[in-house]
């Protein structure tokens, strides 16, 4: 889901926010492929003139290309070829990146994002580019008591959850025998 919602210029706290810097305050929730590449753009039209750009992102790392997790999963790929934007990318470019950390709260009246390590980020403008999540249905055989996944039960959407299963199979009972 991508979505845009704007504060008009008259109403921004942007340079109350953080001392001397004008530009308005342009937050993204998701790191994914739509929203990194949502400010690739701006970026490339001048936009890191006009916004400061905080971006928020479940996972613990820069972006990379979904789609070839597959290719991860195959061993045709390695994790570390699949990554589009490395941290450091990030800096270089201007942009506040809070890595591995969730927004859980849009106040819309506020102008306001709020995230599950506390903190509050005010906007001027916000995009919601959150993606989708794994279904998992609920049925017999996929779930220990406390509801946890089973050993060897995986969903397949992130990075994470592929090197899960190639380590899973890497294990010495997964081993085809010779």
Do not use: C
């Not at 928020?56 to 070839?68: K, S, V």
């Not at 061993?75 to 506040?96: C, H, K, Q, R, V």
């Not at 995230?115 to 993606?131: F, K």
């Amino acid at each position: 889901m991508t979505s845009v919602l704007e504060r008009s210029p008259e109403v921004s706290r942007s340079g109350a926010a953080t001392g001397n810097d004008s530009r308005r305050r342009l937050v993204v929730i998701g790191n994914g492929m739509a929203g990194a590449r949502a400010v690739e753009e701006i970026l490339a039209r001048g936009g890191g003139e006009q916004f400061q750009v905080i971006m928020f992102g479940d996972e613990p790392y820069g972006n990379y290309n979904r789609i070839m997790l597959s290719h991860v999963l195959s061993g045709e790929e390695s994790d570390a070829d699949i990554f589009l934007n490395s941290l450091p990318w990030y800096e270089e470019n201007g942009i506040t990146l809070h890595a591995g950390v969730r927004v859980e709260k849009i106040d819309p009246y506020a102008k306001a994002v709020f995230s599950d390590d506390g903190r509050q980020t005010p906007y001027d403008v916000l995009i919601i580019a959150t993606g989708s999540r794994s279904f998992m249905p609920t049925m017999d055989g996929l779930y220990m008591e406390d509801g946890s996944l089973l050993p060897g039960v995986f969903a397949f959407r992130t990075i994470d959850d592929t090197r899960n299963m190639v380590t899973y199979a890497q294990h010495e009972h997964h081993a085809t025998p010779s």
